[in-house]
Structure formats: C-alpha cells, structure tokens
C-alpha cells in the first residue's frame, strides 16, 4: 500500500510544469509557507515540506482543496479516494523513503527487475520521456563513464558531476543556450529521481538506470533485496565464480557469472549480448587492465559495503570493551550460526582483517593469509575456526569453551 508521500507525489507528477508552479503559488498563498522555502523546490521537495509542516492527514486535505480550486477535479478525486481507501485498509505508512527496493538475486529467482517504488518508477519515465535523446547502448554507456570519472574513483562527483549535466543539456538542446543556472536545475531533478544513496554523487549502476534503456541495462542483475555487507557473502560468490582457484576472475569466469545471474532474471541474452557485456564490464571494473578481475573488482562490482572491522577500536583499553567487541564481530561472521568460522566465513574474516592493514589484497594474498590463520588459530586441525579458538588466537579468554 502507497503511504502519504507516494500518493501526493503521484498526484504531483501528474501535473505538467506550469501546473505545478501554480500548486505551488496556491500552497504559498493559501497556507502561508514562505516563498524561501518553495524557492527552486521539485516535487519531493514540495511533498517534504508539507508533510512535515501540516503532517500527512492535512497535507493530504490541503492537496485535495488545492487542485480542486486549479480545476484539477480528476485528480483530487483520486487523492482522496485512494487516501480513503488506504486509511480503511489501516495499511497507511506515513513515513515513507521512496527509494529503491531490489529484488534478491542470490537464491529464488527475481520476478521482474524494477526496484523503484511507484512514484519513483513514474518520475523516471517522465524524465525519459522528456530525454530520451540521452538514452545509449552498453558500448556508449562505457565511453560515457570512463570519460566523466575523470579521477577513476567510481563515482562521478563534483565538477565531472557538473560536465555531466552540461553534456546532457548539449545533448538535448543548442549550446548557446545553457546557463550554470540550467546545468544546476537539470542535475537537482535528475539527482532527485536516480542517486538513491542520496550521496550527491552517481555512483556506475546509478548513472545506468539514468541512461541505459531497461532491455540493455545489464547493471540491474547486480541488485539485490538489501546491500551486500557481508564479506562472508562476497567470499561465497568468489569462491563459486574463481572455478580454477587462480585467486582472479577471468572472462571467461565474468561471462558463466553474469550468464548465470541473467538465468536467475529469466532472461534470455544472445551470445552476441553476452560478449558485449562481458567485454564491458571488463572494460569499466579490470582497474589493471590485465584482462581479468581481482577481489577489490569484484568488490565494486557488487557494491561490498565498508569493511565491518572499521567500527571497532582495535585498541579498545579494557578487557570487558574488548569481550563485547569480540562476540559481535564473531556473530557477523559465524553466518551459519555453527559456533565456528569454516570456508567462506573463514575467508570473509581474513579479508576484512587483513584489509584493516593492507587496503588491497589479492586472492592469492587471501589464500595465504588464510593457510596462516588456520595454522595458528585451528588448534584440533579439523578445519574450522571454533570461537574459543579464535578468543585464543586474539589473546582473549571466555568464560566458557564450548566445541
């Protein structure tokens, strides 16, 4: 069920422009919410600002009198009906993130591919709608965003954010008309509708589902129910996917993952299609150029999020500071919930460790560091890491040792 935000939005981007400043203009006049405060504001904006200053049952109310004084009868008539209709079902949210919720990629197959709620599904087709000349195929998205990560980092940020913008307005219109003024407003409602992480920077799968058309947007088999934040997750899929042990990815390795990850998606990519995005991928994430993947590649190509080790102060001064560390960082990586760290939980823990002190490693790097902490840590040789082994290993002592 849509909650407040979703249902004034979609009622909003049903209007065209000039409707809305005029939404707006009544909004001001009518409710006394000053000019500062409407000043340059988009559709989120807007809705933002009157749930928070009249709370959702009123800016609901206020929206209705509104677009019935603009004669917009129609839609005030859904407004309310569906508001109705909603508070009688007792299914009504009324704070709201409207953002993106992916479907899971890793186990049952995804259904579809959209990942937006409503009102951010309608706001995207509007803006294609309206710039569908920025619209490219996988080879040009590639030329794209090596040109405007200028600096590599994986993001386009600041000035390239900038260029962007005034590259697109280049696109769609004579360059003897773009002003700052322009190249900012364009960038606030696009950025409004596709940097979901809110970060005021597009990071590669953000700018896809900008400029990829849905049937060549290969990005979206990437996404997932929630974030990958689990480094014994990512060790699952290396391990799976690095089939000859060589400690990389090769293409030919990308080619079966990503032939795999579109099967789950239940769809069904030519050969041709196949090679182009392989060879793509290969192109924007190889950061050595060596025709293959390491685990830092893969890393982004997924999206790991921040070393969970980060969080912890590694020279927590008390014993009992350092129990309570250690029983967290234990229950993170036991994902099995065993008691003890095997395979990939054993992987996933050496990588975040070892990245604490080595930003970069290898999976040959892994490997070894791995060979080295079960020599030290797996005292009964049975392959696994038991908690009490581990608290040894890190010179701690538990109160009980349970195998």
């Known amino acids: 069920m849509a909650s407040v935000k979703e249902l004034l939005m979609n009622s909003l981007m049903d209007l065209v422009e000039v409707d809305l400043k005029k939404f707006q203009w009544n909004l001001k006049n009518d409710e006394h919410i000053s000019n500062s405060e409407m000043e340059n504001a988009d559709i989120f904006d807007t809705v933002d600002k009157m749930v928070a200053r009249f709370g959702p049952e009123e800016a609901v109310k206020i929206s209705v009198e509104i677009l019935r004084k603009m004669n917009q009868n129609l839609l005030a008539e859904q407004l309310e009906n569906k508001h109705k209709q909603a508070q009688a079902e007792g299914n009504m949210k009324t704070s709201v993130h409207v953002g993106a919720n992916s479907k899971q990629i890793w186990g049952s197959a995804a259904d579809d591919s959209h990942d937006y709620t409503e009102a951010s599904l309608r706001l995207k087709k509007k803006l294609k709608e309206d710039c569908e000349r920025i619209l490219v195929d996988a080879a040009g998205f590639l030329q794209i965003w090596q040109h405007f990560d200028a600096d590599d980092n994986g993001y386009i940020e600041g000035k390239e954010l900038d260029d962007f913008f005034r590259h697109m307005l280049e696109k769609l219109g004579p360059?003897?008309?773009?002003?700052?003024?322009?190249?900012?407003?364009?960038?606030?409602?696009?950025?409004?509708?596709?940097?979901?992480?809110?970060?005021?920077?597009?990071?590669?799968?953000?700018?896809?589902?900008?400029?990829?058309?849905?049937?060549?947007?290969?990005?979206?088999?990437?996404?997932?129910?929630?974030?990958?934040?689990?480094?014994?997750?990512?060790?699952?899929?290396?391990?799976?996917?690095?089939?000859?042990?060589?400690?990389?990815?090769?293409?030919?390795?990308?080619?079966?993952?990503?032939?795999?990850?579109?099967?789950?998606?239940?769809k069904d990519i030519p050969p041709r299609k196949l090679d182009e995005y392989t060879n793509t991928m290969m192109s924007i994430f190889d950061k050595n150029k060596d025709g293959r993947l390491d685990l830092n590649d893969l890393a982004r190509i997924l999206a790991l999020q921040d070393n969970f080790l980060l969080q912890f102060k590694m020279d927590a001064s008390s014993q009992k500071e350092r129990k309570r560390d250690f029983e967290k960082i234990f229950a993170h990586y036991d994902v099995s919930k065993t008691g003890a760290l095997e395979g990939p939980e054993v992987d996933g823990f050496v990588k975040d460790m070892m990245e604490l002190v080595r930003p970069s490693i290898s999976g040959g790097d892994l490997d070894k560091l791995r060979e080295v902490l079960l020599r030290h840590c797996d005292v009964n040789k049975d392959g696994k890491i038991q908690k009490s082994e581990l608290a040894l290993c890190l010179g701690l002592k538990l109160k009980s040792h349970a195998h």
């Open 175 to 266: 360059k003897d008309t773009i002003t700052e003024e322009k190249v900012q407003k364009i960038k606030k409602r696009f950025m409004s509708a596709y940097d979901l992480t809110s970060d005021g920077r597009l990071a590669i799968h953000e700018l896809a589902n900008m400029i990829l058309p849905e049937d060549e947007n290969f990005l979206l088999i990437f996404r997932r129910e929630a974030p990958l934040d689990n480094s014994v997750e990512f060790m699952k899929i290396w391990r799976k996917y690095d089939a000859d042990s060589s400690g990389y990815i090769s293409a030919v390795e990308l080619k079966g993952f990503l032939k795999d990850l579109f099967q789950q998606h239940k």
